[in-house]
Each structure stands twice: as structure tokens, then as C-alpha cells.
């Protein structure tokens, strides 16, 4: 079972891809602003995360946090980004668009899966906000997308396993089902058994503490702490997936 599955871990920094990569991850899945659901990272993290990265690298290309609706200047923003991550190199691009009804936006998704040219394709969680996952997944099956992250369109995967247990049913092997949302090295193993996803995808993060030794006290709208992932988290997963078989 093992040799089968896949840990994808979601990677806030660049500090959190190598610890990842550190941890044991199979494929990083890099961006920013962890707190918003994610965005875009930076040119330079991408850039030198490719350099330093041994394992697949993903990026993330969503220009703001909200929802899944984007109009001409964001999707300009999106095109330009899926280029600048084919220059650097990159394996694979994360994208997702909805319309306003809820359903996945076919003709701005197909540009962006157009413009990926030879990378892969990971369609993000936009999906769980769709009004009809069934309907939406045979979307992003025809749009030709690698995998779709989803947690069933539940707060965590493990609440969702019984649809993700029926969308990997439905892919029958025409797309990937990456499950992710909530999950740890206690429930990593039993949501693989329980959903049949062969592709895990966790964040593994941990609070890093600041070592200032003055903070001004009048800026508490600034927390000096952040989340980054912990090598001893992805640790954690690996050896409960490679365990699960």
C-alpha cells in the first residue's frame, strides 16, 4: 500500500518547503499567506525553491483570498504567473476558478490549464466550494487536469471521507483524488483506507516563536509568531503512510 501513495505536503514559505522535503514529502505544494486559504509566493521563493528542491515542486496560482470568482486583471495576473512558473521550471501549477453560480468557470479554467502547457495540473480546493462536487469533478475531468484536492466538500477530509470514497469511484482512474483538510499522522493512514485516495496532502505546520526580545506593545495587531511546517510532522506522516500497508 505504501509504494502507492503519495505525501504532498502544503508549504507556506520556502523554509517550510525544505523542511518538508527534509521530512520526507514526495511533492511540495508552494504558497503564501496560509491564514487566507493561500496565494501566490513570491518569484524569488519559487525560484529558489526549484534550486533547492530535489522533489516535485507545485505553485500555487491564486491572486487574492476570498472565493473563486476572478474577472480580466486577476486572470491576467494568473496567465502571468503559470509563466513565469514554466521558466523556472516548476512540475506543476495549482489553479481553480468558479462562476458565480457555483460552477467551475470552463472557459477560464481551460486558459489556465492552456497556458500550463507540459506541467501538470492540480485543481485546488475552489472545488469544495462548487454546488455540485459530482458535476464539478467530471468538469475538471474534461478540462484534463492531473488531480483535484478535495476534502468532499467537507471542513476536513476525514468528515468528508464518504464522498471523496465516491468521487474517486467516479474518476475511475481519469484523474487524480488528492485528499487534504485536517489531516495528521494519527488520521493519515485511516483516511487513505477509508477514501481509496492514493495522493495525501497536508500542511504539517507547527508555530515558530519569535525571537525578539522587544515588542511594542501598542502594535498587537502584529503577531510576531508564524506557522511553518515541521520536519518532525512530515516525519510524523511518512512513517504513518509507509506504515498503513
Known amino acids: 500500500m505504501s509504494a502507492a501513495l503519495t505525501l504532498?505536503?502544503?508549504?507556506?514559505?520556502?523554509?517550510?518547503?525544505?523542511?518538508?522535503?527534509?521530512?520526507?514529502?514526495?511533492?511540495?505544494?508552494?504558497?503564501?499567506?496560509?491564514?487566507e486559504g493561500g496565494t501566490t509566493p513570491s518569484l524569488a521563493s519559487i525560484a529558489i525553491a526549484r534550486e533547492r528542491l530535489q522533489i516535485p515542486l507545485f505553485v500555487l496560482v491564486r491572486p487574492r483570498p476570498g472565493d473563486f470568482h476572478y474577472d480580466a486583471l486577476e486572470t491576467e495576473l494568473m496567465l502571468r504567473d503559470i509563466a513565469q512558473?514554466?521558466?523556472?521550471?516548476?512540475?506543476?501549477?495549482?489553479?481553480?476558478?468558479?462562476?458565480?453560480?457555483?460552477?467551475?468557470?470552463?472557459?477560464?479554467?481551460r486558459e489556465l490549464v492552456q497556458a500550463a502547457g507540459p506541467?501538470?495540473?492540480?485543481f485546488h480546493r475552489a472545488f469544495d466550494a462548487?454546488?455540485?462536487?459530482?458535476?464539478?469533478?467530471?468538469?475538471?475531468?474534461?478540462l484534463g487536469c492531473t488531480r483535484v484536492l478535495s476534502?468532499?466538500?467537507?471542513?476536513?477530509?476525514?468528515?468528508?471521507?464518504?464522498?471523496?470514497?465516491?468521487?474517486?469511484?467516479?474518476?475511475?482512474?481519469?484523474?487524480?483524488v488528492m485528499a487534504g483538510a485536517g489531516i495528521g499522522p494519527a488520521n493519515i493512514a485511516r483516511i487513505a483506507r477509508l477514501t481509496g485516495c492514493s495522493e495525501l496532502h497536508a500542511s504539517a505546520k507547527g508555530l515558530r516563536r519569535s525571537a525578539m526580545q522587544f515588542q511594542n506593545p501598542?502594535?498587537?495587531?502584529?503577531?510576531?509568531?508564524?506557522?511553518?511546517?515541521s520536519?518532525?510532522?512530515?516525519?510524523?506522516?511518512?512513517k504513518a503512510l509507509d506504515s498503513a500497508g
Open 8 to 35: 504532498e505536503i502544503a508549504s507556506n514559505s520556502l523554509a517550510s518547503a525544505l523542511a518538508a522535503q527534509a521530512g520526507g514529502a514526495d511533492r511540495i505544494e508552494l504558497f503564501d499567506n496560509l491564514g
Open 85 to 109: 512558473c514554466r521558466a523556472l521550471g516548476c512540475d506543476g501549477v495549482v489553479i481553480g476558478a468558479l462562476d458565480v453560480h457555483g460552477g467551475i468557470d470552463m472557459p477560464l479554467c
Open 119 to 122: 506541467l501538470q495540473v492540480t
Open 130 to 142: 462548487a454546488r455540485d462536487l459530482p458535476a464539478a469533478l467530471q468538469q475538471v475531468i474534461e
Open 151 to 176: 476534502s468532499g466538500g467537507q471542513v476536513s477530509a476525514e468528515a468528508g471521507s464518504s464522498m471523496l470514497a465516491a468521487l474517486v469511484a467516479q474518476a475511475a482512474g481519469r484523474i487524480r
Open 218 to 229: 501598542l502594535l498587537r495587531g502584529l503577531d510576531p509568531d508564524w506557522h511553518q511546517t
Open 231 to 238: 520536519t518532525a510532522t512530515v516525519a510524523a506522516l511518512r
